[in-house]
């Protein structure tokens, strides 16, 4: 613990590098080997912290953890203490098909996502003893000094003791999108944000361009990505929507069938002088009617439809109960980069030095699209100064763009291969141009210069392409390209006017949150090579400027449209500049104006009540910290939200592992984002979150219909042993017969209900409030109706049989009957909230179809199999007896339908 305590006993960034080294007694020619095997014992390996599978028998358990489960195993441990065995059987034959089912489901998604944390093994160049050597990334120790270069992954946090051009892309830790230029010299306050210390690199961050040696400083669990890790694994998130749904469900069932129990056990005993045996038969039997055994199969197997139907759709469920949660979910806190947007630069337009704009077409490094002029392709031979300007961009370029087998490969630095996407929709290939124009030297990009050169043998001269920083740039011009001077000469001075034009256009460009570069050019007498001084201002002529962005996902802005129109909010929370954030947010229509983006400033300081509040009304956030997002989840939940957070980098993970449902991007995401998230977007689109919401609140509605299905068929069959009680008759029916009621005819409907497609309005409504019950007024009321006409009328079949000398086995047999009869016309009911049941085609759902006509079969066997007589104690009836039995069960279906035109009457009514 010591040890780790002093990777974090400074701010690095902040302490003189002689202070450092002198901290970790080490050299700039690195460590000897003998102080790196102390160092190794003392420090462990240079690894992230990984929380182990979770073995099988715990996911096993898992699916015993219900209020439910437990009432369950009560009634089985019941029914096998008074001898009834057949009960305790069937009982313990639903609990294992229960946590077979959803053991299976859980063990596949454990499996898959067992690919974690393989952020830092990699290889690194470290100094030791003077000498440079590669070695495995977990054999880094504190002290250690690295060699970092173009395309290395950073190994460990490292304070740079000299940097060369060094650029290194924080996305996956700061969200900011763009490769940050590092400076060895650059001091700061020890306040300052890991985005802003420009004299460190992270673990875990890629190195986009330039070079670098620095001394390692944490390691493993001690570096920034290694903190998000732990507060990943420490950290407890929210409970899914329908796990804390059903959590209070469950609670009510149990409570209400002690209560129901112990009333109705007293009122037999006395009056109906039940025995103690009796009394215990009837227990058992009014907790086998009150419990919906076949609920825990039937709400398995609907999130595992669920499971299946959403990853058609893109959503990878990692967690069961995180199937309904997308669906429940009143607010999403976004990510910007990799998630809205595709972490990819794009020119979006090419300005001219006198405003004239070309629209760029396309997204990503994908040279898909096409220079536009007045709302078509714009013919280069017609505009010869874009021409030029895209022609200077390309020659001047250290990238690759290629078409392989089929698809396009790149590599190199974002703007570089922006730059060469530009060129291949303009037929400007880099390859081609370079035949033509030979390169003969360049001058590669550095951050204190803001400038990259090459040169290119042009018939006898030497010409120079120039691209960078528009400041930068513009002092090197010496005179616009025109008509009269395309050739280079001198002629037509590069006036303050023409300066001051061009400052104003890339101004307004960057005003837009684009990327601006000046593009350049000019002849030389001979080349220039990299240790002369750059081109005189005079030599050089200003092209124009392109403006790079990294672009939304195609679909994005419709699907936050979407979100919006289903009730969800959506939220920005970013690394990324103000400025660029903004832009984005007004391309979605988040906001507008810079006062509706607040910043990580803005939040020091803010009481839990003030993030609270804020978090109602801001959609963008910018320039935040991974625990400042963290904490703006817990505003959000704290408001009253259920909070779904997206995100793919490491910077991402603690606020996944705090939201009530964490949804992670598939390819470009981190392991750590992955390990910390309930869902998982496939295709790392978010418009694929709409159909998740979809998919969820669809499953939600299935879940409700199950429940309303089984429920009230219980409370039906409670409502039959309390009015037989009161009456002085023996129980209607017998455990063993509620039992096959319920798991068996009404257990396979309800599994059957859960294929149920979507009604087609699930986009269309306002999420359900978190607060709100699966038992709303609507569920309450026709649980009511029901339990008052299938119980009312099951007593009455039971009592006029009973009264015209049928013997108790003969009236149960044709009881049990009609309540087959009742779950096959009361299934069409439960298909729809609102829609009358003959508005749905009965082939709308052929797994329902054919699962209540299968169960009903199965019924008519029981009353002729042997085995199945002696165990039920069924036999055939004859025709006036079903007669009876389907004019009674058939009322169902007008009493329903008269609630849902009553209910759709108020509702209408209400609203007007």
């Not at 350049?520 to 081109?535: I, K, T």
């Not at 309930?678 to 669809?698: A, K, M, T």
């Not at 052929?846 to 002729?864: D, E, K, Q, S």
Request: contains cysteine.
């Amino acid at each position: 613990m010591a040890s780790f305590d002093k990777q974090q006993a400074k701010a690095w960034h902040a302490e003189p590098v002689g202070d450092i080294l002198a901290a970790w007694n080490t050299t700039e020619r690195g460590l000897s080997q003998g102080e790196v095997e102390r160092r190794r014992l003392k420090y462990g390996p240079n690894l992230l912290p990984e929380r182990g599978a979770t073995p099988v028998w715990k996911i096993v358990l898992r699916q015993f953890a219900s209020p439910l489960i437990y009432i369950l195993v009560a009634a089985a441990v019941v029914s096998a203490m008074i001898g009834d065995l057949k009960d305790a059987s069937f009982i313990a034959a639903v609990l294992l098909l229960n946590a077979v089912i959803g053991t299976y489901q859980e063990w596949q998604a454990e499996r898959s996502s067992q690919a974690l944390r393989k952020l830092l093994r990699i290889h690194a160049q470290v100094e030791r003893d003077g000498e440079v050597r590669e070695i495995m990334a977990d054999e880094v120790v504190p002290g250690d000094v690295l060699w970092l270069e173009s395309g290395n992954r950073v190994p460990a946090d490292i304070r740079l003791l000299s940097a060369q051009g060094l650029e290194v892309d924080e996305s996956l830790l700061t969200g900011e999108s763009l490769a940050v230029g590092k400076d060895s010299t650059w001091t700061g306050p020890a306040s300052a944000t890991l985005a802003d210390r420009l004299n460190m690199t992270f673990a875990g961050s890629l190195v986009a361009r330039g070079r670098a040696k620095g001394v390692v400083v944490a390691t493993g669990p001690a570096t920034s990505v290694g903190q998000l890790a732990l507060d990943v694994m420490g950290g407890g998130g929210g409970k899914p929507p329908l796990l804390a749904r059903m959590e209070r469900f469950t609670n009510y069932v149990a409570v209400g069938t002690l209560g129901a129990s112990a009333i109705i056990g007293a009122l037999g005993i006395l009056l109906g002088g039940y025995t103690v045996v009796d009394t215990f038969f009837l227990v058992v039997a009014l907790a086998v009617s009150a419990i919906p055994e076949g609920l825990p199969v039937a709400i398995t197997v609907a999130l595992a439809v669920a499971t299946t139907r959403m990853a058609k759709r893109n959503v990878i469920v990692r967690q069961l109960t995180a199937v309904e949660g997308l669906g429940s979910c009143t607010l999403i806190a976004t990510d910007k980069t990799g998630t809205l947007t595709c972490n990819e630069l794009t020119v979006r337009e090419v300005c001219l030095p006198d405003g004239q704009v070309f629209p760029v077409t396309g997204q990503g490094f994908l040279p898909e699209g096409e220079v536009q002029h007045a709302g078509t392709c714009a013919e280069l031979t017609e505009h010869a100064q874009l021409a030029a300007t895209i022609r200077a961009v390309v020659l001047c370029n250290e990238a690759d763009l290629h078409h392989r087998n089929g698809d396009w490969i790149w590599r190199g630095d974002a703007v570089d291969i922006a730059a060469l996407s530009l060129g291949v929709k303009t037929d400007q290939h880099r390859e081609r141009l370079l035949d033509m124009f030979p390169q003969v030297s360049s001058i590669p990009f550095e951050p204190e210069h803001q400038f990259a050169a090459s040169f290119h043998r042009k018939r006898e001269l030497v010409e120079v392409c120039v691209k960078g920083a528009p400041e930068r740039v513009l002092a090197m011009c010496g005179h616009p390209l025109s008509d009269e001077n395309r050739a280079g000469s001198a002629a037509g001075t590069f006036s303050a006017a023409d300066r001051s034009r061009a400052e104003q256009v890339a101004v307004g460009m960057a005003a837009r949150g684009l990327r601006v570069i000046a593009v350049a050019s000019g002849q030389l007498a001979e080349p220039l090579h990299p240790e002369n001084a750059p081109p005189q201002p005079a030599n050089l002529t200003l092209h124009g400027f392109l403006g790079m962005i990294d672009p939304l996902r195609a679909g994005t802005r419709e699907a936050v449209l979407d979100c919006h129109r289903a009730g969800v909010l959506v939220s920005m929370v970013t690394g990324d500049h103000r400025v660029t954030a903004l832009a984005i947010a007004r391309d979605l229509g988040l906001a507008d104006r810079d006062d509706q983006v607040v910043t990580a400033a803005d939040l020091e300081g803010k009481s839990s009540e003030q993030l609270a509040e804020m978090v109602q009304r801001v959609r963008v956030f910018a320039r935040v910290t991974p625990r400042q997002k963290l904490q703006i989840v817990d505003a959000a939940r704290k408001a009253g939200h259920f909070v779904a957070v997206t995100g793919d980098g490491v910077n991402d993970a603690p606020a996944l592992r705090a939201a009530n449902i964490g949804v992670a991007m598939g390819k470009a995401g981190t392991d750590v984002a992955r390990e910390a998230s309930e869902l998982v977007i496939s295709d790392d689109n978010f418009s694929s979150i709409v159909g998740g919401i979809d998919e969820g609140r669809i499953a939600y509605d299935n879940i409700r219909k199950v429940i309303y299905l089984l429920v009230s068929m219980g409370a039906a069959e409670l409502l039959m042993v309390l009015f037989s009680v009161i009456a002085g008759h023996p129980i209607p029916l017998l455990p063993v017969q509620l039992l096959w009621l319920n798991l068996v005819t009404n257990g396979i409907q309800g599994v059957a209900l859960a294929f149920e497609p979507g009604e087609g309005d699930s986009l269309r409504r306002k999420p359900r409030s978190p607060n709100e019950s699966v038992f709303n007024q609507l569920m309450v009321e026709r649980t009511v109706i029901a339990m008052l006409v299938v119980g009312g009328g099951g007593f009455l079949v039971y009592d006029l049989a009973l009264r015209a000398g049928w013997t108790v086995t003969e009236a149960r047999n044709l009881l049990l009957l009609t309540m087959v009869l009742f779950e096959n016309f009361h299934i069409g009911n439960c298909r729809s909230e609102t829609r009358s049941a003959f508005a749905l085609s009965p082939l709308r759902s052929p797994v329902l179809f054919f699962g209540t006509l299968g169960a009903f079969l199965i019924h008519i066997a029981a009353m002729y199999v042997p085995v199945l007589q002696d165990t039920l104690s069924t036999s055939p009836v004859v025709p006036l007896s079903w007669g009876v039995a389907i004019g009674v069960s058939v009322l169902i279906v007008p009493a329903v339908e008269l609630h849902k035109w009553w209910w759709a009457r108020r509702f209408t009514r209400n609203a007007a």
